[in-house]
């Protein structure tokens, strides 16, 4: 079986936020699914995925914490700063860590 289906995220703030409840909800289907893969890509330049631990909150903030002084916003050498301070490194942060996941 092969299913293929388009979700939309609603829109969160800056962040590493949790989507499996979203992905969950949007595909009922994966309830009977005992061995797959599910490919999960994100149709935006400025957003990106990764697998993490979710038991602990601590670990979204220290993402956050770590991929901001990677890439710190207002640096004077950006050009590309056309929806804000946080445009560029946004692109920056989605470049690193990709736009899509494949999960067995």
Same mark, same amino acid.
């Given at each position: 079986?092969?299913?293929?289906? $388009? *979700?939309?995220?609603? @829109? ?15 595909? &009922? %289907? ?19 995925? $990764? *697998?993490?631990?979710? @038991? ?15 890439? &710190? %916003? ?31």
């Amino acid at each position: 079986m092969w299913t293929q289906k $388009t *979700i939309q995220l609603k @829109a969160r703030a800056r962040g590493f936020h949790l989507i499996t409840r979203d992905i969950e909800q949007a595909l &009922p %289907e994966l309830a009977g699914v005992s061995v797959g893969l599910l490919h999960v890509f994100i149709q935006h330049t400025s957003a990106s995925l $990764t *697998i993490n631990e979710n @038991a602990d909150p601590t670990v979204r903030v220290d993402f956050e914490e770590v991929f901001s002084r990677l890439v &710190p %916003e207002n640096q004077p050498y950006y050009k590309h700063n056309d929806e804000g301070p946080d445009d560029l490194p946004a692109h920056i942060k989605s470049s690193l860590l990709g736009p899509s996941l494949t999960i067995q």
